[in-house]
Every structure is written in structure tokens, then in C-alpha cells.
């Protein structure tokens, strides 16, 4: 397999344990009937800086866009339809803050948050199926050698802007959120 799709893969499996980790999370609030806010702020960092600005914006900027180069529709194709997720998820992860804080300072809303969680773990897990199961052996199939390379370079761009030490700490903070809750699993 072509690097470009092996490191966005590698990527997803730290997700998972971030995501796995909120999925028994959620059990457990529903089990205590409390929202585990400190829990919750991590992923929201998690998910902000990790998923969207380092994962996301290796896709968006570095893999897709050559992709499309290479034949692969966006519109009313798999990139198309992967980018409107991406969104969704931005959006998601909006909500479920507002909502936080809402619980916070008012107390209400745990239903909400609640929700909001699981609708987050059930578009990731869905998204990263079908990039790891379509995109990408799609992708690897029209990808040239100059190619890899190009979009090789541009993921260390995109971690170059983000900062240095930003990508592993935020490895370390998803072992922690998919450690966590490891017993209730
Ligand atoms: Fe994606
Ligand atoms: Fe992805």
C-alpha cells in the first residue's frame, strides 16, 4: 500500500481509541446519570486539533485534491460525500460543546449531550469504513509515484504549520481518553 493511505490509516487506528474511549464513556454516564466534563473537554481538544486540523487536513488539502486529479469524482462521488461528513462532524463537535457548557453552568441538557456523543462515535466510525474500505484502495489504484511523494510532502507541510510535539501529544492524549474507560469495556 502506497504510504500517503498507510499514514492516514495509522491515523485512524489512534482515532478509534479516542472514539472507543468515548463510546464506554458514554455508557458510563448514562449508568451514573452524570456527564463526565473533564472527559468530554479532552475529546472536544482531541477531536479539534487531532481529527480535524492534523487528519483532516492532511485529507482535504493534501490527499483528496490530488485524488481528484486523478479521475475520482467529488461531486456525487465518495470525496464529495467524505468532505460533507467532515463537516458534519465540525458540527457535531460545536453542539456538543455549547451543550457542555450549557450542562455546566445550568445543569440541564444531559440527554442532549448525551445524544450529541453518540451521534459524533457513529459518524466517525462510519466515515473511517468507508475511507479505509473505499477511498483509499480506490485511491491507491490511480495514485502514481510522483504522486505519493507530492502528498507525502504536503502532510509534513500541513504538521509543520500545526506545530512541532502538537501530533504526539495528541497520540498520548488519545491513549488516555481510550484507556480510561477500558474497564467498563
Ligand atoms: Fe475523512
Ligand atoms: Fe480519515
Given at each position: 500500500m502506497p504510504r500517503p493511505s498507510s499514514i492516514l490509516m495509522r491515523e485512524h487506528e489512534v482515532i478509534l481509541r479516542a472514539?472507543?474511549?468515548l463510546e464506554n464513556k458514554i455508557n458510563y454516564m448514562r449508568d451514573s446519570g452524570r456527564i463526565d466534563v473533564d472527559f468530554l473537554r479532552d475529546f472536544i481538544e482531541f477531536s479539534r486539533t487531532f481529527i480535524d486540523r492534523c487528519h483532516h487536513g492532511k485529507?482535504?488539502?493534501?490527499l483528496f485534491p490530488c485524488l481528484e486529479r486523478r479521475g475520482i469524482p467529488r461531486e456525487g462521488g465518495p470525496i464529495g460525500v467524505l468532505l460533507m461528513?467532515?463537516?458534519?462532524?465540525?458540527?457535531?463537535?460545536k453542539r456538543l460543546s455549547e451543550a457542555?457548557?450549557?450542562?455546566?453552568?445550568?445543569g440541564e441538557g444531559f440527554d442532549r449531550v448525551i445524544q450529541l456523543c453518540e451521534g459524533y462515535v457513529e459518524l466517525l466510525k462510519e466515515h473511517i469504513d468507508k475511507e479505509n474500505n473505499v477511498l483509499f484502495p480506490m485511491g491507491d489504484e490511480?495514485?502514481?509515484?510522483?504522486?505519493s511523494?507530492?502528498?507525502?510532502?504536503c502532510y509534513d507541510e500541513r504538521e509543520e504549520e500545526i506545530g512541532h510535539g502538537i501530533h504526539e501529544r495528541m497520540e498520548?492524549?488519545?491513549e488516555h481518553l481510550?484507556?480510561?474507560s477500558e474497564d467498563s469495556t
Open positions: 472514539v472507543k474511549g485529507e482535504e488539502v493534501c461528513e467532515h463537516e458534519m462532524g465540525r458540527t457535531l463537535i457542555l457548557d450549557r450542562y455546566v453552568e445550568h490511480v495514485m502514481e509515484e510522483k504522486d511523494e507530492e502528498v507525502e510532502s498520548r492524549l488519545a481510550g484507556g480510561e
